[in-house]
């Protein structure tokens, strides 16, 4: 089958990772996958993907982090898209612009494509935006299918647009094996390294974890792995705290892998999830992984890895200090992480999709 997925861009991200790891896969699985970019940046992610042989398209090009929005949220993009309804058997959309301009691009201009949608959190901001619900209510019914990558995103999907839409769950996976290491051994060690790696945006609660940072003793350093136009004010953050010498902030980065390896817990704070990939690669690394108990981040964690109630950097600050000073405690988390990681394999989430995509052909 001819599929083509399209995403605002191939920035840092869960769901830009999931492209890099996910077409390459479908490919191998005898699909003719393309992908198309609202704003085709040149990034590290999109030349991972050139590599691989992935075929992209672009409907603007551009390097201002400004014209960003522009770029995505440009309403010619609708009318662009036209000329791709006709060369595929289904368009795979990510990100609400995509979502939104892929069905206003087929109602208007026609085509037989089938459409399909993946939504990857379990809330957003225009859910709180009582005008957009009718537009929501339309936009989906465009769609064959909307993929849910867990049970609490279909759910709240559900109960937002309050009308039947056909769904599925399809977990949303990364390629474990390559975050896999050994389980750390703590015991004895005196200097202690977190590491969170999030893009920055509003729903990541990296204030908490900076606010920790004033609970733990000065052997306990944090990196914060990732980027985002609201930066600057969680470096201000940590220089209020007096904590900037004990915080790195590392902006984007390749190795993951190797980032995780050094360090000696993972932490993921945040205001809400879907399914968090970034979760995953840190359960998988062979160390602790301690979570916000929040919507997208419960079900992966729950009994596995560690959850702190939302917007308690307290809680959070001995979470880590017991994990780091109980090595028995600290081995059996990081074995219960790893096992759990292995349900999220990409592999198995390639076939989902190749799956489905087979069965709207039929």
């Known amino acids: 089958m001819r599929i083509l997925h399209v995403i605002t861009m191939l920035d840092t991200g869960g769901a830009e990772r999931l492209m890099v790891d996910l077409l390459p896969r479908l490919r191998n699985l005898g699909h003719d996958v393309e992908l198309l970019l609202f704003n085709g940046v040149d990034t590290p992610f999109r030349a991972e993907l050139e590599r691989q042989g992935i075929k992209i398209h672009e409907l603007s090009h551009g390097h201002d982090v400004k014209k960003y929005r522009f770029r995505v949220y440009n309403p010619w993009n609708f009318v662009k898209m036209r000329k791709y309804l006709r060369h595929y058997d289904i368009i795979h959309t990510h990100n609400t612009a995509c979502q939104l301009y892929a069905a206003m691009s087929r109602a208007l201009f026609g085509g037989k494509v089938k459409l399909v949608t993946t939504e990857h959190n379990t809330t957003n901001r225009r859910r709180d935006m009582a005008w957009f619900k009718p537009i929501d209510r339309w936009m989906y019914r465009q769609y064959s299918k909307v993929v849910c ?7 709240n999907l559900k109960a937002h647009l309050g009308i039947e839409v056909p769904m599925c769950v399809i977990n949303n996976g990364v390629n474990v094996q390559r975050f896999m290491r050994p389980v750390a051994d703590v015991a004895g060690k005196k200097q202690f390294v977190i590491a969170m790696v999030s893009a920055f945006r509003e ?8 606010k920790a940072m004033t609970h733990l003793p000065e052997n306990y350093t944090l990196k914060l792995v990732g980027d985002g136009i609201i930066r600057p004010q969680f470096e201000e953050l940590s220089k209020e705290l007096s904590v900037s010498d004990r915080v790195e902030f590392m902006g984007n980065q390749m190795d993951i892998p ?9 932490v993921l704070s945040s205001h809400w999830e ?7 690669e840190g359960m998988a690394s062979g160390h602790p992984f301690v979570a916000t108990d929040v919507d997208g981040l419960h079900e ?7 959850l702190v109630p939302h917007y308690d950097d307290v809680a959070l600050a001995n979470e880590i200090r017991d994990l780091c ?12 992480c790893q096992e759990r990681a292995q349900r999220y394999d990409i592999t198995v989430m390639a076939e ?7 069965s709207l052909s039929m």
Request: aromatic fraction near 6%; avoid cysteine; charged fraction near 25%.
């Open 300 to 306: 992966i964690v729950s009994g596995a890895g560690v």
């Open 274 to 280: 879907g399914l968090s990939l970034s979760s995953v």
């Open 352 to 358: 989902g999709y190749s799956n489905l995509y087979r």
């Open 325 to 336: 000073e109980n090595p028995e405690r600290y081995r059996k988390v990081a074995e219960a």
């Open 203 to 210: 729903q990541k609660d990296h204030a908490t974890l900076i």
């Open 258 to 266: 190797g980032i995780l390896e050094n360090s000696d817990v993972v």
């Open 149 to 155: 990558i867990s049970e609490k995103t279909m759910e």
